[in-house]
């Protein structure tokens, strides 16, 4: 029997996932995209339009992206630094959102003072 604790090997060992948990999630993420339409119709057929479309839109989508990312890619079994370098990428997606919002709205004011 060979040492098992070799310190020249790498820390980071892949996890394997059950196939349980991945049925779940992919059953939890067809109810939520179930749960989308719903809404959907519900706020615009139904409703006829309502402020709650969209908050409620992208809070079902986060949910389903942090299933995602949990399971699928494996964020909940992975380091610390990872999930780091992860929550980074997503703090950067929110700058150029803000950039890219601030500069369509700077916009739309010129335009009315024309």
Request: proline share 3%; charged share 10%.
């Amino acid at each position: 029997m060979g040492n098992l604790n070799n310190s020249s090997e790498p820390k980071h060992s892949h996890h394997i996932i059950p196939a349980e948990i991945y049925k779940k999630v992919g059953i939890a993420l067809t109810v939520l995209t179930l749960l989308t339409v719903g809404f959907h119709y519900l706020f615009h057929n139904v409703m006829h339009g309502s402020i709650l479309a969209a908050p409620v839109a992208f809070l079902i989508a986060s949910i389903k992206a942090a299933l995602v990312l949990l399971f699928f890619m494996g964020l909940k079994y992975d380091s610390n630094e990872n999930r780091f370098i992860f929550s980074l990428s997503f703090f950067f997606l929110l700058v150029l959102i803000f950039f890219c919002s601030l500069d369509i709205w700077t916009r739309l004011t010129i335009q009315s003072t024309l």
